[in-house]
């Protein structure tokens, strides 16, 4: 799901929210047919900490970047190769969740090449949007 192309509906720019603030965007497949929603969140009074997240089908988050929250404890057991590297180890933020059956979004990552500049929230938007093969938009305001 996450390699689908999608685009943003019904917005040509979105605004981000202010702290203690969050906002749910809907998100569409191209062809219309597979709907997600994509989260932009500063639940926390604290500017500097915040959350971009795509969920499909409302419940299941596919992918989720957290910057300046918590550090985040991958499980003990890893189900293929590939997470071995990272079972049992506590992963700082930033850091990136994403969807891993049976695990949903239990295992997170450091963050891949191309998230390039994450203390700008512009950048790192638009490299967000296109890690999840969403087409750009901008994004007004920040910290």
Known sequence: MINISKRVE?????????????????VSSLDGR??????????SRIPSKWTLQLRYREVTILV????????????GQA??????LYQGQTIDTPHLQRYIEGFEDGWAFPLPPIFTKIDDVGITWQ?????????????????
Not at 64 to 75: K, T, Y
């Open 10 to 26: 019904g917005a040509t720019q979105l605004q981000f929210p202010l702290p203690g603030k969050y906002i749910t965007v809907p």
């Open 127 to 143: 490299e967000f949007l296109k890690y999840c093969n969403i087409a750009p938009m901008p994004l007004q305001g920040g910290f």
């Open 34 to 43: 597979e709907h997600f929603q994509m989260d932009i969140e500063r639940k």
């Open 79 to 84: 189900p293929s190769q590939e997470l071995a």
């Open 64 to 75: 989720r970047l957290d910057v300046r929250c918590a550090s985040h404890s991958n499980p």
